[in-house]
């Protein structure tokens, strides 16, 4: 690649369509799902090296230290990282890169990608790159499009002004419209005429492109949006952006916005593997080998079973299936999917009932991620509850008290730092410390190893509002 490209990883969501493994509070990009790094994790990678700037970050403030710490795992360092004061779908997020990239570096190249997808041959993804770059340079818009190997009615399709290369050679051609997601009949027929591809929402063109086709096609994005990159600040090394400027965007997407209006589209067919990891039912086709055998992953076991994934996320839990058939099955310690994979896209509309009836499984996990490190309940009873919290080396709570309960607290990990009151000591492995009720307290780590706690709580209220924060070294309220 000649000039070297900025790629720009959306990394959004909302952690519906792999539930109960991803949720709201920890979305399916950050979960390892295939291997030992996470997808957004694998995204990251695969955009890192030659010809790349560093990677620009998009997404929801919640997200922010759990991105920077799995970008830090992986020894990337960010260029920026974007947050966004609420969803708007990718035509805002894309906008805010755009514009942020301008204004910093002046006309660049952007690659945009989402934080979630599957690309197993990254060399053969990066051969695409290189060769969509020079229409990139000419000022079109590029779009890459996935070789299908099913009528898929999930996804939205490409239509190409020919047939591709019987060997799928990313040779770049104007793309003819895009196709709605297609019901079963009419994806059948788009992938007998050989003349369609997957949307894979993958897209490369210059700032001065896309802002000149959402000036053209969307300017009330473009307009709300450089007002909230006028009026951003800098926080930690963050970019938060207005929040009065952005509240006024509308939700739409990129296709919509711009896509499915300009007549400047062109397409790069991608022949290698491909997955947006959108529902169990592509994970049991990711894990298993297309035979219609069984998958499991985790403590799980099978006997009798068929064209079926059993998922075990406990060490202390063992799921069994017996005598299943086209069945998906996902046990975490505080919720259980059992599935027709044929169903799998349905569990959106599950984990809206769950949320309609105030059930807290909806949205959070069993295990809460802060900035420092995170908790996991262990039981809970009247009046009392048990954690475990694990403290990231170097990292601090804040300082605060609670109105309506009382701390004990056992290290059985490390070494703890703990302010109480005017008091400061160190607590080592097997020695405890009692927090009393109102008590203006803190606990840090000041060690290079991690530091794990279990944490007693008794009291009348313990819900995790009860917080009264004084200081904050990451700036929550």
């Given amino acids: ?35 030992e790094q996470s997808l957004f994790q694998t995204s990251a990678a695969r955009l890192t090296g030659e010809g790349f700037e560093a990677p620009m970050i998009v997404t ?31 035509a805002a997020a894309i906008c805010a890169a755009a514009v942020s990239l301008e204004a910093k570096h002046g006309p660049s190249l952007m690659l945009v990608a ?23 340079e000419a000022g079109h818009i590029v779009t890459f499009g996935i070789r299908p190997d099913r009528a898929e009615t999930g996804y939205g399709w490409l239509e190409l002004s020919e047939q591709p290369a019987a060997d799928f050679a990313p040779i770049p051609q104007p793309l003819r419209s895009f196709v709605e997601k297609p019901n079963a009949e009419t994806a059948a027929q788009l992938l007998e005429g050989g003349k369609h591809l997957w949307n894979a929402g993958i897209f490369f063109f210059s700032t001065q492109k896309i802002l000149a086709e959402l000036e053209q096609h969307a300017p009330d994005t473009l307009e709300h949006v450089r007002a ?21 965007l509308p939700d739409i997407s990129i296709d919509h916005a711009v896509m499915q209006k300009t007549d400047d589209l062109v397409a790069v067919p991608f022949g290698g593997e491909w997955s947006d990891m959108g529902d169990w039912n592509a994970v049991l ?58 169903h799998a896209q349905d569990v959106k509309k599950v984990v809206e009932l769950l949320g309609a009836k105030g059930a807290s499984q909806a949205t959070q996990l069993p295990v809460d991620y802060r900035p420092w490190g ?21 990292a601090s709570l804040s300082l605060q008290s609670h109105h309506h309960r009382a701390e004990h607290w056992i290290v059985v990990e490390g070494t703890a730092k703990v302010t109480i009151g005017d008091e400061v000591r160190l607590v080592s492995e097997n020695q405890s410390v009692y927090v009393p009720l109102g008590a ?20 009348s209220y313990l819900g995790e509002d009860d917080i009264i924060r004084y200081e904050d070294v990451y700036a929550r309220d």
Avoid at 228 to 242: M, N
Avoid at 330 to 342: E, F, R, T, Y
């Fill in 440 to 459: 203006v307290h803190r606990m840090e780590n000041p060690g290079k190893l991690p530091m794990r706690l279990v944490e007693v709580q008794t009291g």
């Fill in 60 to 90: 929801g403030s919640d997200f922010r230290f759990l991105a920077l710490e799995q970008l830090a795992a992986i020894e990337v360092a960010p260029a920026a990282i974007l947050l966004e004061p609420s969803a708007r779908n990718t």
């Fill in 374 to 394: 995170w908790f996991e309940s262990l039981t809970i009873g009247n009046r009392f509850q048990v954690k475990q919290i694990f403290v990231n080396p170097g």
């Fill in 285 to 342: 086709r990711e894990q298993g080998d297309g035979s219609g055998g069984v998958v499991t992953m985790g403590q799980a076991t099978a006997l009798g079973c068929s064209d079926t994934m059993l998922f075990g996320t406990s060490d202390t839990q063992e799921v069994v299936g017996i005598g299943l058939e086209n069945t998906v099955v996902v046990a975490m310690p505080d919720a259980v999917l059992v599935a027709h994979k044929d």
């Fill in 228 to 248: 909230a990159v006028e009026g951003s600040v800098h926080d930690l090394g963050f970019c938060r952006l207005d929040p009065v400027a952005w509240d006024s």
């Fill in 114 to 136: 989402p934080s979630d997808h599957l690309i197993p041959d990254a060399a053969r993804f990066m051969a695409a790159v290189a060769a969509a770059q020079p229409s990139a």
């Fill in 1 to 35: 690649m000649s000039k070297k490209v900025h790629p720009v990883i959306l990394c959004g969501g909302s952690g519906t369509r792999l539930w109960p493994l991803s949720r709201k509070s920890f979305p399916k990009q950050f979960t390892k799902l295939i291997g």
